[in-house]
Nanobody
Framework: QVQLVESGGGSVQAGGSLRLSCAVSGRTFASYGMAWFRRAPGKERELVSAISWSGGNTYYTDSVSGRFTISRDNAKKTVYLQMNSLKPEDTAVYYC???????????????????WGQGTQVTVSS
C-alpha cells in the first residue's frame, strides 16, 4: 500500500519561506510522477506544481510560478516544494499526490492521481 506523508507546513509571515516534504513508501518511487495540490478555505482543490518521474519536466500554476520550486530525490523517495515569497493567498492545506500510473506525463488533474497524502496546513499572515 502506498503511503505519502507530508511535513514542513506551518505559519509564516508574508514574504517568508517554507519547504514542504513528502516521503513516499510502498512503491517504486522513481517510476511515478508527483504533484502538490492545495485547498484554500472555501475553494476547490487546485494543482500547484507537478514533476515527472524523471524529474526532467515540471509544471507550476501561474500564481506560484517564479516563487515555488518542486524537486525530487529518488534515493530518499521524497518530493519537495520550496515556497518563497509567500503571500496570504497561499494559505491552504497542501496535499502531496502520486500519479496513478507509472512513467508517462506529469500529473495534471485529479484523475491522474492514485494516492494522496493527509495534507499539511500552510498559513501566511500579512
Amino acid at each position: 500500500q502506498v503511503q505519502l506523508v507530508e511535513s514542513g507546513g506551518g505559519s509564516v509571515q508574508a514574504g517568508g519561506s517554507l519547504r514542504l516534504s513528502c516521503a513516499v513508501s510502498g512503491r517504486t518511487f522513481a517510476s511515478y510522477g508527483m504533484a502538490w495540490f492545495r485547498r484554500a478555505p472555501g475553494k476547490e482543490r487546485e494543482l500547484v506544481s507537478a514533476i515527472s518521474w524523471s524529474g526532467g519536466n515540471t509544471y507550476y500554476t501561474d500564481s506560484v510560478s517564479g516563487r515555488f520550486t518542486i524537486s525530487r530525490d529518488n534515493a530518499k523517495k521524497t518530493v519537495y516544494l520550496q515556497m518563497n515569497s509567500l503571500k496570504p493567498e497561499d494559505t491552504a492545506v497542501y496535499y502531496c499526490a502520486a500519479r496513478r500510473l507509472a512513467l508517462g506525463n506529469i500529473p495534471i488533474t485529479e484523475a491522474d492521481i492514485g494516492s494522496w497524502g493527509q495534507g499539511t496546513q500552510v498559513t501566511v499572515s500579512s
